[in-house]
């Protein structure tokens, strides 16, 4: 499997805080005036040496906002003006600020020379980031500390005539994929084939919305691999 692939499967079944999932529409923003929303102020990380910048996460603070207004349209640079009053312990500041934004809600600023810009997010898509995130944290663990699912289970699955129940509804049963660059992928699993080749040697073929993964697998293996691209282990996120 190419980058591009690997890239695309990332996006769709990966965890990115950059994802465009978790950015609002072009001024989406204007529907929430007079509402809070998630002031993130990002600040550039220190050089580690002279001309040598910080290979570390660019950090970030969080902060509540009522957004005032969304006004001052300017149509060369696609950027409107926004008044913010800062949140603080439940109680909102008597100042009103602004700052310029881009349709998504990022500050209009050359961020690499400021070292500091603000995004605005709706709270819906900050609280689905912040769940996405949380539950990936905590299929690292999983993957981590279990096994596969026995090839018994996956045999029971494989041959149930309530299989579209069981995956689909009653359970939560997917792949585990780790891929080579370390991080992980969910796919979740809608329907599970196991056809006995030879010996312990079994095809194991699952599917998500239509999209169907295949590879070979050995019945006392305890994390399966598939291509040149990944090891994966299906897991029930059941506890």
């Known amino acids: 499997m ?3 692939e690997l890239s695309k499967l990332k996006s769709e079944y990966g965890f990115l805080s950059s994802s465009y999932q978790y950015v609002p529409m072009a001024f989406e923003l204007e529907k929430l005036i007079g509402q809070t929303v998630v002031m993130v102020t990002y600040t550039k990380p220190e ?11 660019w950090n970030t603070k969080i902060d509540m906002v009522r957004i005032v207004s969304i006004s001052d349209s ?12 800062l949140i603080k312990g439940g109680k909102e500041a008597d100042e009103v600020e602004e700052v310029r934004i881009q349709p998504e809600g990022y500050e209009f600023v050359n961020a690499e020379e400021s070292g500091i810009f603000k995004r605005f997010q709706p709270l819906s898509l900050h609280h689905k980031m912040i769940e996405d995130e949380l539950f990936f944290a905590r299929l690292r663990k999983l993957y981590d500390s ?7 289970s996956l045999e029971v699955i494989s041959s149930s005539k309530n299989q579209g129940q069981v995956l689909r509804y009653s359970n939560n049963i997917g792949a585990a994929i780790e891929i080579e660059d370390g991080s992980l992928i969910w796919i979740r699993i809608h329907t599970l084939r196991l056809k006995h080749r030879k010996g312990n040697t079994y095809g194991l073929f699952f599917s ?9 697998i050995q019945s006392d293996e305890k994390v399966y691999t598939i291509g040149d691209w990944g090891k994966f282990k299906i897991l029930d996120l059941a506890d």
């Open 146 to 152: 279990r096994d596969t699912l026995d090839l018994h």
């Open 208 to 216: 998500h919305d239509g999209k169907e993964w295949s590879t070979m």
């Open 2 to 4: 190419n980058q591009e």
């Open 47 to 57: 050089v580690q040496e002279e001309g040598q910048e910080s290979t570390a996460k």
């Open 74 to 85: 300017d149509p060369m640079t696609m950027t409107n003006l926004l008044k913010y009053k």
